[in-house]
């Protein structure tokens, strides 16, 4: 495999650096990885699947960026081309999927590196058995549910994992507030992390100004907050593989028709592939953030 480019694991994950990729099957060793890749583990039927992601380190790039233990309790990868004593810009944090490493996009915040632009990359709270780590656990019936309609299900009930990691990402971005004054504000995430970033754009405590979703669904928790209208609603983009084995087309399309419902601008971007972040998303996520 060329250094250029990054090919997924076992199940086909990858984000390309430059070529784009077939999707495939490969396996490599951690020594081998040569940028952005993720390596999904199977633990039940494709319906109530579990996988777990995890990135590797993008060649030739630059030694990891400063760690610091912020509000929210979150260790948080700071990088971007502000120093910590400037104000304004853009602030775009960006929020890793389940069985992850905290780190885990990192590499993606350097592929988006635009100039006047922060980027914060916070670790889940949640430790997982085996290694990785989750904003929430996948198993039991602790579950969170999926929402592909705004109307709430019988008996729902806030799941306490969700408002925890919810409240931590609105802490982070409030000292961010205080302490950068940033012009606008962006979250983003895959997997987990994309339903993390709709529910907190959403919550909008605080407020921010562009929401992307890669293969990502909405959350029922996050349905009691998309009932109240948000005077200047965030700008929504959402990516979603047509074969995504993990969480299925018709969720990323829900979020479409969900949130555009409910008065939010949604830029909706499908792609041929699965659950994984091709370089065209990259390049249309990019024009997203800083168009």
Not at 124 to 133: K, Q, V, Y
Not at 205 to 213: E, I, K, N, Q, Y
Not at 240 to 263: F, M, Q, T
């Amino acid at each position: 495999m060329k250094a250029k480019s990054v090919i997924s694991s076992s199940l086909g994950v990858m984000l390309a650096l430059v070529n784009p990729i077939v999707p495939g099957v490969a396996q490599r060793s951690s020594s081998a990885r040569l940028g952005l890749s993720r390596r999904h583990l199977l633990l039940g039927s494709v319906v109530s699947s579990v996988w777990a992601c995890q990135a590797g380190d993008v060649a030739g790039s630059a030694a990891p960026a400063p760690r610091a233990t912020n509000p929210g309790g979150l260790d948080v990868v700071r990088l971007g081309s502000l120093r910590e004593d400037e104000r304004g810009g853009t602030l775009v944090v960006l929020l890793h999927g389940w069985r992850a490493p905290g780190g885990d996009l990192v590499p993606l915040a350097r592929r988006l590196a635009h100039p006047r632009a922060r980027f914060l990359v916070p670790a889940a709270p949640l430790a997982e058995p085996g290694g990785g780590r989750a904003w929430w656990r996948l198993d039991g019936p602790a579950r969170p549910v999926h929402a592909h309609t705004d109307e709430l299900p019988k008996d729902h009930r806030p799941n306490p994992e969700v408002s925890a990691a919810r409240q931590a990402i609105q802490a982070l971005l409030r000292d961010a507030r205080e302490r950068y004054a940033p012009d606008a504000i962006a979250i983003a995430g895959f997997s987990q992390g994309a339903m993390l970033a709709l529910d907190v754009a959403i919550a909008a405590d605080p407020p921010v100004t562009r929401a992307a979703a890669l293969s990502g669904v909405v959350l029922a928790d996050s349905l009691p907050a998309l009932q109240r209208k948000q005077a200047i609603p965030p700008s929504i983009f959402v990516a979603h593989g047509s074969r995504d084995p993990v969480l299925p087309y018709a969720g990323g399309a829900s979020i479409e028709k969900l949130l555009s419902a409910h008065g939010y601008p949604v830029s909706f971007f499908p792609f041929e592939g699965g659950h994984e972040i091709p370089p065209a998303v990259v390049t249309r996520l990019g024009q997203f953030l800083f168009g």
